[in-house]
């Protein structure tokens, strides 16, 4: 069963609630096996070069519902990266049919070296009266950051005395960046105000299905309609009522279970929305066990196997046609935790061997408790080890060093910013960000489809590598590329 407080105001961070590690280098068979023997141990770096900040991870959820807007509580600067949500919610709208997203609203109150002295409360207290007069929104979120927290000021005292004066949710969201290493800490911050303060209980079953996701397209709705539901998403384009009502669904599942499981774990135990417990349908043997799963929780078995079949006629003769076209492919993957899994799996699905990955970190567990939701246990069961598997939370360096050793046909990457390392290395990369493109039986088509188109147009990134600069040393890419991992010396 999950084990979700909403009764305190923060949630855990992944360290303490799920064991969470940032440091590991092996193979995904080794990690597998250490990761439910309480075996499992966080290798430190001697040497780090960046570290992600949990508030981007919250924000990056919250500022996606339609009718919200976000407070960062803190310098100017820690909300720096938030226009980047803004970017994200415009131009992936279509690929949710989206006609008109709404315009983002994203403030911070700016905090200053007096108001570290002297406190922060008056501020927040007047920026959340004035972005109410202003906007009118539905929902006010109140992100903080390492100077309030530092300070110690009261958000969630603030955000309960201002939801009472002003008759919509004010939902502090604890997510300051020194609370965890593990960025997607974020996330479960995220979710954890959505599940305090905006959901609520149900008033009857309605036929949707919970979709935790990030952006992307609605593939659901083709799956969902034999079932007799439709997808109800959380949190890119919902609004204020459809989180509240998401208490009335059928089921709750996730593209990724690193993102989901706590928000699927949280609407399962406080209003008994069962969460899906299988791997994400990414990889045949994956989405197959997927769909078989729901249509069990549904009732609804015959309306699984009669998309599989369907699915199947439609879609694998052409990943057979790919498997061959693609043969003696290899690739590299770096990418956050679940989705990196799920891209492992696709490689394997196409053929293509999986040199290495670097994922950003690891869960040996997850918030609704399930070995089968866990999509690296599934990726090792269904297609064996992966060698040079690396635990790296987006350490360039290292990831420099191993695909200068590895150099593999192709580098799959999920975060902008990678894939130029492998393009300055001449080695084609693709980047894609709608995490559905994947899914199903027609995700191996489009991905097989994608890979074979770049790795026969790589003349550019071979151009590129010629009049390329390397920042990194000659002497640094001849140390073995885990040097600084393990080393507190
Ligand atoms: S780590 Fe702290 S100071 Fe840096 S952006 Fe995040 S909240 Fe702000």
């Not at 994203?106 to 007047?126: P, R």
């Not at 290493?181 to 609520?200: E, N, P």
Request: charged fraction near 20%; include cysteine; glycine fraction near 8%.
């Amino acid at each position: 069963m999950p084990h979700v407080n909403l009764q305190v105001p923060a949630v855990a961070v992944r360290e303490i609630r799920l064991n969470t590690i940032t440091g590991f280098a092996g193979n995904a068979t080794e990690l597998v096996s250490q990761s439910r023997c309480g075996g499992l141990v966080d290798q430190s770096r001697s040497f780090t070069q960046c570290l992600g900040c949990s508030t981007s991870n919250a924000a990056c959820m919250v500022t996606l519902v339609q009718d919200g807007v976000v407070i960062s509580h803190g310098p100017v600067g820690c909300s720096s990266c938030l226009h980047e949500f803004a970017f994200t919610y415009r131009v992936n709208a279509p690929l949710r049919g989206v006609q008109n997203p709404t315009q983002r609203h994203i403030y911070s109150t700016n905090l200053s070296e007096d108001d570290t002295v002297f406190g922060g409360n008056q501020k927040l207290a007047d920026t959340i009266r004035e972005v109410a007069r202003r906007d009118t929104p539905q929902v006010i979120f109140v992100i903080t950051t390492c100077a309030s927290g530092i300070i110690g000021d009261d958000v969630e005292g603030i955000a309960t005395e201002a939801e009472e004066e002003l008759g919509i949710p004010v939902v502090a969201i604890f997510c300051e960046g020194f609370r965890s290493k593990v960025w997607t800490s974020g996330f479960d911050a995220g979710y954890h105000g959505i599940a305090r303060k905006l959901v609520r209980p149900p008033r009857h079953k309605r036929p949707i299905i919970n979709v935790i996701n990030f952006w992307g397209s609605d593939i659901f709705s083709r799956w969902f309609e034999q079932f007799d539901a439709s997808p109800n998403f959380i949190t890119p384009y919902a609004t204020t009522e459809s989180l509240a009502y998401s208490s009335e669904a059928l089921a709750s599942v996730q593209a990724c279970t690193t993102l989901g499981s706590y928000l699927s774990g949280a609407l399962e135990q406080e209003y008994g929305v069962p969460a899906l417990r299988a791997a994400p349908p990414y990889g045949v043997a994956a989405t197959d066990r997927w769909l078989r799963e729901l249509g069990t929780l549904l009732d609804k078995p015959e309306a699984a196997e009669k998309i599989i079949a369907r699915d199947r006629a439609e879609f694998l003769p052409r990943v057979e046609e790919l498997r061959s076209q693609l043969k003696g492919k290899s690739a590299y993957v770096t990418a956050g935790a679940g989705h990196g899994h799920s891209l492992l799996a696709v490689l394997a699905e196409l053929g293509i061997k999986a040199q290495g990955a670097a994922l950003f970190h690891h869960d040996p567990t997850n918030d609704i408790d399930s070995e089968d939701a866990d999509s690296l246990v599934a990726a090792v069961r269904d297609y064996g080890d992966v060698p040079n598997f690396n635990i790296c939370n987006k350490q360039e360096f290292e990831l420099v060093n191993v695909l200068n050793r590895i150099r593999p046909d192709i580098l799959l990457a999920r975060h902008g910013g990678m894939t130029l390392w492998g393009a300055k290395l001449g080695i084609p990369s693709l980047l894609i960000g709608d995490e559905h493109y994947g899914m199903g039986y027609e995700g191996l088509v489009n991905y097989g489809e994608a890979i074979l188109e770049i790795v026969e147009n790589d003349e550019f990134v071979k151009n590129l590598a010629k009049h390329s600069i390397n920042p990194y040393s000659k002497w640094w890419l001849e140390q073995p590329p885990y040097t600084f991992l393990g080393d507190d010396e």
